[in-house]
């Protein structure tokens, strides 16, 4: 391991104008590391691939042949990978100067990185209450880590062990992060090495977003539940609260009342929502107009952000 070594992994959609500044983060450290540029752009209908074919050659792009979300691009681009190692990051971020270096003396000094399928280094974002813990699905449940990382994955055991982000529009990323970190934990390192920027239009986890989405968000809080449900109930049952409570709240906001009022139900038979004032207000809240209720969730969202 005498030179970094790696394969980069950009998702795009629809961000011709920001996709050129990622490349380039990357570009700038060329001469330090051995490169292998992958974009995976998930359908874009702009001049994505005109930008990055003309002013950048040297990168392998793909196009899928539809709008499958990140999850599904970045899945390509780990099986397209001839690196031993992968950073994927978004066509909004930017790495640091000097992160590939950084990542790859980190790296280097330590003793068990064969054994693990991914490591986790910090977005300008992200913090840790350390400076290096390997996170168990217990510290993820438990909040111990906070904002974005940069996964570095080991690709071969990455695809043997059958790993693959999910196949949703809207991210979703914990379920990944929570079952590797159950199965075998993720080393993670406080360095910060890559730039989270703000001048993106409406991100994927914008409050409008989620309204427009909720049928995709109450999937995902179902799904949540059913792969989770054990180690939410042992490490943190306000968080299992909430993926129910998301539950009941996306259904509604994706038009179906007889789904939000079967999960609210459900709910209240599990413990979960356990006062009947909350239970009646949630019933209540099920047979509101939809568009009222879209129009109360992202306000009360903005609100609780503030």
């Known amino acids: 391991m005498d030179k970094p070594s790696f394969s980069i992994i950009i998702t795009t959609y629809n961000r011709a104008h920001l996709i050129g500044r990622a490349i380039d983060s990357v570009l700038q450290q060329q001469n330090e590391a051995e490169l292998e540029i992958i974009v995976v752009d998930d359908h874009s209908s702009d001049n994505t691939q005109q930008v990055v074919n003309e002013l950048y050659p040297m990168v392998t792009y793909m196009k899928q042949e539809e709008n499958l979300g990140p999850g599904p691009a970045r899945n390509r681009g780990l099986k397209k990978a001839t690196k031993s190692w992968a950073i994927l990051f978004d066509d909004d971020d930017t790495l640091l100067p000097g992160s590939l270096s950084l990542i790859w003396e980190t790296m280097k000094n330590f003793e068990s990185l064969e054994e693990y399928p991914v490591l986790n280094f910090a977005h300008s974002n992200g913090t840790i ?29 990455f695809l043997e062990l059958k790993y693959a982000y999910p196949h949703t529009k809207i991210g979703g990323e914990h379920l990944l992060w929570w079952q590797i970190a159950k199965n075998n934990g993720i080393p993670t390192w406080a360095k910060r090495v890559a730039k989270v920027h703000s001048d993106a239009p409406i991100r994927l986890t ?17 799904k949540t539940i059913e792969l989770f449900e054990k180690e939410l109930l042992l490490f943190s049952r306000s968080k299992l609260r909430d993926k129910w409570l998301g539950s009941i709240v996306y259904w509604k906001l994706a038009g179906s009342k007889q789904n939000a009022v079967d999960r609210l139900r459900a709910a209240r038979e599990k413990g979960v929502v356990s006062t009947s004032v909350l239970y009646c207000l949630l019933l209540f809240f099920s047979y509101m107009p939809s568009a009222l209720c879209k129009k109360m969730f992202v306000f009360a969202k903005k609100v609780r952000a503030k």
């Open 206 to 222: 914008s409050f409008e977003a989620q309204a427009r989405r909720a049928l995709e968000y109450a999937q995902l809080q179902d």
């Open 129 to 157: 209450q350390s400076d290096f813990h390997c996170f168990s699905i217990q510290d993820y449940l438990e909040d111990k880590i906070q904002g974005d990382f940069v996964p570095v994955v080991q690709v071969k055991k």
